[in-house]
């Protein structure tokens, strides 16, 4: 699996072709690739050789103090409005972790001690994920993984502030660059 995100050069996010190695001139090539495979995929048919990509699309931090503090409230609205992602949140946000009511809402606690959980959700197939869940649902997205950062403390007495980290990514099948026949 490649992995994508981050900026490139002059500052905006890599594109798949830069991802995969591919040159200038490739470019229109590979797109006319990608074209038919997502054409083949989508009427039930074996597109051939296939690559997956892992897209960065948001990683957002709460800042819980001075200046410039910030809740992640916007990105809280947008996921429980996400059917499901609604319960995986009331699970992991309370004042205690629910183990039991993560995992019935399909989440998976990757790390969890009495200070922090993180966990994660995996949601497959493409969506119109509002901006604040990375946006519209890129090309050949077969999935969106969200990353939840959870902590714990006296002073994180309500939801929002026990929500410090999310991160989110796109996860995208794309024809193989080098071993496509298309």
Do not use: N
């Amino acid at each position: 699996m490649s992995r994508a995100g981050g900026m490139g050069e002059s500052g905006e996010h890599e594109t798949i072709e830069q991802v995969l190695g591919l040159t200038e001139g490739e470019h229109a090539e590979y797109g006319r690739k990608r074209r038919r495979f997502w054409h083949l995929l989508g009427r039930g048919v074996e597109p051939g050789p296939w690559v997956m990509v892992e897209v960065d699309l948001a990683e957002i931090v709460q800042v819980p103090s001075g200046a410039g503090r910030c809740d992640l409230v916007e990105e809280m609205r947008a996921m429980e409005a996400v059917p499901e992602l609604r319960d995986l949140l009331q699970a992991a946000l309370g004042s205690e972790l629910d183990e039991a009511a993560v995992a019935a809402a399909g989440g998976t606690i990757a790390s969890h001690d009495e200070h922090e959980t993180v966990l994660y959700a995996v949601l497959e197939g493409a969506r119109d994920w509002p901006g604040s869940l990375g946006g519209v649902a890129g090309a050949g997205e077969v999935e969106r993984r969200f990353e939840i950062t959870v902590r714990r403390a006296a002073w994180r007495d309500r939801k929002v502030r026990r929500f410090a980290k999310l991160s989110i990514v796109s996860v995208q099948i794309h024809p193989d660059p080098v071993k496509s026949a298309l």
